[in-house]
């Protein structure tokens, strides 16, 4: 298993992190590098405890298919999301979020993951995966902080929930 946990610092309160942690619409834009986009599930809005959702993708040149779901649901201190169904044998991602002085928060992603195919899947861990992982979350978490420190987190937190079966 292999563990990446990154911390950003970000000037608005804890609330304000979680939330925008758990939109679909803003992980959209995040991931915008590789066309993810949310097909079934919770495919707009807000996540929460015991949603899931469906993204499909293109990572690595390759169309692929994942399935999460909220597994873990502290607001606004903490959730978890975890594969269903993917690429991975499997993965479960840690939110955090820890106030700080002046209304800023340190929100921490501590992402574990186990690569498929054994020791190829180790290689592949060395070689790139790890690497490539960490720079999805690292710009996942530059987006949250810029939509949040700007003030447009309002607008993201203002989409409804839409659920497609």
Known sequence: MQTITLTT?????????????????LHQVST????EKAIKGVVA????????????AKHLGVRQ??????????????????MLT???KSFRHEHRFEAL?????????????????????????FLF?????????????RVIKKVAESGKWQEILAIEKRVVR
């Not at 610092?9 to 619409?25: E, G, H, K, W, Y």
């Not at 809005?45 to 499909?56: H, Q």
């Not at 992982?133 to 978490?141: Q, V, W």
């Open 129 to 141: 995966l790890k690497q490539y992982m960490t720079h999805l979350l690292s710009e996942r978490n």
């Open 45 to 56: 809005g807000l996540m929460e405890l015991g949603d899931s959702v469906t993204w499909e």
């Open 9 to 25: 610092t970000i000037q608005v309160p804890p609330a304000i992190c979680f939330d925008l942690s758990r939109s679909v619409d």
């Open 32 to 35: 915008a590098q590789t066309e």
């Open 86 to 88: 993917g690429a991975f």
């Open 101 to 125: 002085a002046g209304e800023a928060t340190r929100m921490i992603d501590v992402f574990h993951y186990t690569s498929p195919l054994g020791l190829l899947g180790k290689l592949a861990d």
């Open 65 to 82: 298919r994942l399935n999460s779901h909220i597994t873990a649901y502290e607001r606004p201190y903490f959730f978890a999301d975890e």
